[in-house]
T-cell receptor
Framework: DAGVTQSPTHLIKTRGQQVTLRCSPK?????VSWYQQALGQGPQFIFQ???????QRGNFPDRFSGHQFPNYSSELNVNALLLGDSALYLC??????????????FGDGTRLSIL | DAKTTQPPSMDCAEGRAANLPCNHS???????VYWYRQIHSQGPQYIIH???NNETNEMASLIITEDRKSSTLILPHATLRDTAVYYC?????????FGGGTRVLVKP
């Protein structure tokens, strides 16, 4: 049973470029959340996707956008990259359940470096 | 979001129990107490969660006080592989809000 997989594992971009990160959720999960973790900090919530729609968003600018596909996989897009976007980007998947509280399971992230 | 207070760091001897406290006095009635850990260069790993009853699984035990204002994560027999940052997070089902966590160092 594969867990959450993210690609690529590492990426180097320059300021002003655009980047797309990908996430495949754990089997059976239908909800994907994205987090940004700067060096030495805890992860910060970017947004969550369920039924191909953005369900909740954290305090991130519109340069950060996402998409969820019918197979529940997801992409995170960041436009006009800034040096401050250098971070570990984490994807977490979960099962949205009406009657129970389900944990989010994380991948090992994509390390994005902006030069 | 409920705020949490955890000690910034603690050491533990290998083979001994590690007791990690967390204060979450502003937790809402619909928020569960979740514990995650993050080993260096990996994504956070789910450990355990509970609402008001004590819980146990193969990784750890979770003790929640009756007033739900605090909890303790217990690693029964710490190993060197348990060295990580441990996060206590009140969670209602959408976004996880990570605080500073407790950096646990298990020593031989």
């Amino acid at each position: 049973d594969a867990g959450v997989t993210q690609s690529p594992t590492h990426l180097i971009k320059t300021r002003g470029q655009q980047v797309t990160l990908r996430c495949s959720p754990k089997s059976g999960h239908d909800t994907v959340s994205w987090y940004q973790q700067a060096l030495g900090q805890g992860p910060q919530f970017i947004f969550q996707y369920y039924e191909e729609e953005e369900r909740q968003r954290g305090n991130f600018p519109d340069r950060f956008s996402g998409h969820q596909f019918p197979n529940y996989s997801s992409e995170l897009n960041v436009n006009a990259l800034l040096l401050g976007d250098s971070a570990l980007y984490l994807c977490a998947s979960s099962l949205t359940g009406e009657w129970s509280n389900q944990p989010q399971h994380f991948g090992d992230g994509t390390r994005l470096s902006i030069l | 979001d409920a705020k949490t207070t955890q000690p910034p760091s603690m050491d533990c001897a290998e083979g001994r129990a590690a007791n990690l406290p967390c204060n979450h006095s502003t937790i809402s009635g619909n928020e569960y107490v979740y514990w995650y850990r993050q080993i260096h260069s990996q994504g956070p790993q789910y450990i355990i969660h509970g609402l008001k009853n004590n819980e146990t699984n193969e990784m750890a035990s979770l003790i929640i006080t009756e007033d739900r204002k605090s909890s303790t994560l217990i690693l029964p027999h710490a190993t060197l592989r348990d060295t990580a940052v441990y996060y206590c997070i009140p969670f209602a089902g959408n976004k996880l809000t990570f605080g500073g966590g407790t950096r646990v160092l298990v020593k031989p």
